[in-house]
């Protein structure tokens, strides 16, 4: 099994900045891909960004604002928030694909929630 442990969220004010964490521990061979969701209330989950070990891709409502990076020796991936806004507001999840066992699987972590209010 995987275990995800997610931290960085909180309130802040429109223009401000928030980084997320995401470590990944367990049982794995590699880990395949790391990335950031996020819900909005009353809105479906979508992709803000994934980074595999030679690309990433950002959605475009955050990019230029949000970063994606990655520390392999600490199997954590980061979000770096900046310049936020009201919209941003949302739960974001972290996902991860690792590979095991010869296989691929995903797990998400729990969500940490991100509020952008004055």
């Known amino acids: 099994q995987v275990q995800l442990v997610e931290s960085g969220g909180g309130l802040v004010q429109p223009g401000g900045s928030l980084r997320l964490s995401c470590a990944a521990s367990g049982s794995f061979f590699s880990i395949n891909a790391m990335g950031w969701y996020r819900q909005a209330p009353g809105k479906e989950r979508e992709l803000v960004a994934v980074?595999?070990?030679?690309?990433?891709n950002t959605a475009d409502s955050v990019k230029g604002r949000f970063t994606i990076s990655r520390d392999n020796a600490k199997n954590t991936v980061y979000l770096q928030m900046n310049s936020l806004k009201p919209a941003d507001t949302a739960v974001y999840y972290c996902?991860?694909?690792?590979?095991?066992?010869?296989?691929?699987?995903?797990?998400w972590g729990e969500g940490t929630l991100v509020t952008v209010s004055p």
């Open positions: 980074i595999r070990s030679d690309s990433t």
């Open positions: 996902d991860v694909n690792v590979r095991r066992d010869r296989s691929d699987f995903a797990y």
